[in-house]
């Protein structure tokens, strides 16, 4: 069973809608993995990601995608590349991760509450 929070603790993620604007192969990464540009709108702009997704997608299939993300986690340093945002995702029943996003195209940079 997982501890409970408080609600203030959630109202401090801030968990934003970015559209996937490029994706490329991550080699320099110690497990694959690729690296995302995602834009969340005017108000945040663009951000980079590392994501070890590639057991379900390929670059040239991101592109244009919405996907949630935490935008609010300080930036850490994946080898050479520099990761400003968590793309969130849930594992499938092997492990590998499936991307979460809105079923239907959203405004870019909208908070989920």
């Known amino acids: 069973m997982t501890e409970p929070i408080a609600w203030a603790d959630f109202e401090k993620l801030e968990i934003r809608v970015g559209r996937i604007t490029r994706a490329e192969p991550f080699p320099e990464a110690r497990r694959p993995a690729l690296k995302?540009?995602?834009?969340?709108?005017?108000?945040?702009?663009?951000?980079?990601?590392?994501?070890?997704?590639?057991?379900?997608?390929?670059?040239?299939?991101?592109?244009?995608?919405?996907?949630?993300?935490?935008?609010?986690?300080?930036?850490?340093?994946i080898g050479p590349f520099m990761s400003e945002v968590l793309v969130l995702g849930l594992p499938d029943e092997d492990g590998e991760v499936v991307?979460?996003?809105?079923?239907?195209?959203?405004?870019?940079?909208?908070?989920?509450?």
């Open 36 to 77: 995302l540009w995602l834009d969340f709108g005017p108000e945040l702009g663009e951000r980079k990601s590392s994501a070890q997704i590639t057991r379900h997608y390929a670059p040239d299939g991101l592109v244009g995608r919405q996907v949630l993300a935490v935008v609010n986690f300080p930036p850490r340093q």
């Open 99 to 113: 991307l979460i996003g809105p079923d239907q195209s959203v405004p870019l940079g909208g908070r989920m509450y």
